[in-house]
């Protein structure tokens, strides 16, 4: 049902920084790269980060990442705190949204908030 997310950033370049180990964690990659915009996938880009150019409102975007499992929750946690992300959730299970649902939680270097899940 959804083609793609995008999220405008300040700084394409830091963002990328951020969002590339994480995406490396989840067996993802950059599909996309231009001056203006990068975007995420496996087989098709479906996260673009795009220049905004001025400040973002921190909190405003939400995106969840799907994992393989709960290594690859902690990988890409790890991954994205190492890459100048801030935890906002470390993983663990999340019984209030199902016994097998396991996540963790960043804000990105505009304040928008990656949860990594795994409902495996």
Request: no cysteine.
């Amino acid at each position: 049902m959804i083609d793609h997310v995008g999220f405008e950033v300040r700084d394409l370049a830091r963002s990328a920084a951020f969002y590339d180990p994480i995406f490396f964690a989840l067996g993802g990659r950059r599909m996309v790269e231009s001056a203006t915009a990068v975007a995420y996938g496996v087989n098709v880009p479906v996260l673009w980060i795009v220049v905004r150019g001025t400040p973002g409102t921190p909190g405003f975007g939400h995106i969840a990442l799907t994992a393989a499992g709960r290594a690859a929750v902690d990988a890409a946690h790890r991954a994205g705190l190492a890459a100048g992300g801030v935890d906002d959730g470390a993983p663990g299970l999340r019984p209030q949204y199902g016994r097998r649902y396991y996540a963790a939680y960043l804000r990105d270097p505009d304040g928008y908030r990656v949860e990594v899940v795994s409902r495996r």
